[in-house]
Every structure is written in structure tokens, then in C-alpha cells.
């Protein structure tokens, strides 16, 4: 990855592929935490839809909004202007039509993203080779799609039958051919995920699909310990900044209570 304050590229991330060298991606959804990710040299920032629960407190991505993306995705391009953004595509952004999705990714590179994530295999190869050729860089996502997650009847790993593996590496080499510069492979076995990796020139990025991906996305949440909700199998929390504000709140508003802020320090004279 660039050391110089240069910009990360799709170039790189192809690069770091060739080399064996893995590579971290985490969402971010606004300009403090984009900073906090950019001094961190965390390379890629995908400002996921999984905002949605985590912004917005819906119960799902699905009622995420392109407007709403835009909204996340510009602040996070303000807070992070030299690493590789790329912007999730909402679920109703790209199925209606291939000219509402083309004018939705390009909204996304205006907004300062690098790239868009979209979500499927089938027919969404066609859409990720338009969206290439129309110089949008594309991440594809196969395995568990949030955005699927009536189709598939749950929140539940996927590729477990042969079948179902089958067609996972086979959308996988497709959207390789279409174009795409890497695939998240999410919620899948990590016998798969090994298979997929090896099969393809371009970076894997795992979510729930063991350590033999080429790279590894976390919500910035679990990784930080911001929530209090249970996590997951595959989330590692590398802090408990969730439990931290708690008790800096619950020590302010004692200290308010008690007359004990401001003190004399903390106020003009
Ligand atoms: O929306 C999101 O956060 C994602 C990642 C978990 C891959 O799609």
C-alpha cells in the first residue's frame, strides 16, 4: 500500500494479491471515525449499507436509501480523502433498471467514493460489466447477502451444498470476468472461501468465511466494541468503546449532579 500519502488504488489492492500480502478493510459511516480509520492506515473504507442498523437503527438494510448513502459517504470522503472509498449500493438502487443503477454509482463517485459494492451474482454479472465499462471500479459480494435475506430465508451461512458452492464459485469467477476488482465473500464455509481465493486473480475479502481470504472486512462497531448486542461467531472486538462511553457519561452526569463539573479549571475568568 502507498506510504507517501498517495492514494490507495484498485491497482494496489491487485498488487497486494500478487504478493501475498493481506490487507484490512472496515466500514465507516461518518467524518470522526473516517479519521480515526485514515490514522490507522486502514487501507479501504466501505461505507456499507449496514448503516442502516447502525446509523439509522432500522431493522434491516433493506429501507436504506441512496440518499441516505450519500449523505455517510460524503462525510466519510471528507474524513478520509487518500484511502480506497468505496460505496455500498443500496437494495433498491440497482434492480429497476441498468440506467438507474449506472446513474446511482456514478452519484457515488461524485460523492467522493472510489468504487461501489453491489451484491448478488445471475443477472448482476451483466450489471458490474456495464458499470466497469462505464469506468466505475466494482466490488462484487456472494455468499450471505444482507440484501437477499428473504430469498434466502435468513441470516444463515451459505454454500454448504455442493450445489450451492458450485454456483458461488462459479458467480465468483464471472464477476471476476465482468470486471469486478475484488469480492467480499461473506457467511460462507472456509473450505469455500479457500477455493474461491485460489480460483481467482482478484482479492477476496472475508466476512465470516475464515483466514484464507485475501483481505478481512469488520463493522467498525463490533471491531471497536461499540454496541452492546451480542456478536456474531466471526467478530473479534478489539475494544469496548461501548462500555467505555457508558461509564464516561454515567461519571459526567454524576459529576453535574454533584456540582462537581465544571470546576474552577473548566471555567473563564
Ligand atoms: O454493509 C456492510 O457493512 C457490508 C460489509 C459487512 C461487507 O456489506
Redesign the pocket.
Known amino acids: 500500500m502507498p506510504a507517501n500519502g498517495r492514494a490507495v488504488s484498485i491497482h494496489d489492492l491487485a498488487e497486494c494479491k500478487r504478493h501475498g500480502r493481506r490487507f484490512a478493510v472496515v466500514?465507516a459511516y461518518d467524518y470522526t471515525t473516517a479519521r480515526i480509520l485514515d490514522a490507522a492506515a486502514i487501507p479501504v473504507l466501505?461505507v456499507?449499507?449496514?448503516l442502516g442498523m447502525l446509523m439509522l437503527g432500522y431493522p434491516s438494510?433493506l429501507p436504506v436509501s441512496m440518499e441516505e448513502m450519500l449523505h455517510h459517504a460524503r462525510a466519510v470522503a471528507r474524513g478520509a480523502p487518500t484511502r480506497l472509498l468505496v460505496g455500498?449500493m443500496p437494495f433498491d438502487a440497482y434492480h429497476a433498471s441498468d440506467a438507474e443503477a449506472v446513474h446511482n454509482a456514478a452519484a457515488f463517485l461524485k460523492a467522493g467514493m472510489n468504487a461501489v459494492?453491489v451484491e448478488g451474482g445471475g443477472r448482476i454479472v451483466a450489471l458490474v460489466r456495464l458499470l466497469v465499462e462505464r469506468g466505475i471500479p466494482v466490488m462484487g459480494?456472494l455468499g450471505l447477502t444482507?440484501q437477499f435475506v428473504n430469498a434466502l430465508g435468513g441470516m444463515r451461512v451459505q454454500g454448504r451444498s455442493g450445489e450451492d458452492r458450485r454456483r458461488i464459485l462459479d458467480d465468483a469467477l464471472a464477476l471476476q470476468d465482468a470486471g469486478a476488482f475484488s469480492l467480499?465473500l461473506?457467511g460462507v464455509p472456509r473450505d469455500l472461501a479457500a477455493e474461491v481465493t485460489a480460483a481467482l486473480r482478484i482479492p477476496t475479502i472475508g466476512?465470516g468465511a475464515g483466514p484464507d481470504c485475501d483481505a478481512q472486512?469488520l463493522?467498525v462497531h463490533d471491531l471497536l466494541g461499540l454496541t452492546q448486542d451480542p456478536m456474531p461467531k466471526f467478530v473479534r472486538s478489539y475494544g469496548s468503546l461501548g462500555d467505555q462511553a457508558k461509564e464516561a457519561l454515567t461519571a459526567f452526569a454524576t459529576d453535574v449532579a454533584a456540582g462537581s463539573f465544571p470546576d474552577d479549571a473548566h471555567s473563564y475568568h
Do not use: C, F, M, R
Open positions: 466500514t466501505l456499507g449499507d449496514s438494510t455500498d459494492k459480494h444482507p467480499v461473506e466476512i472486512v463493522v
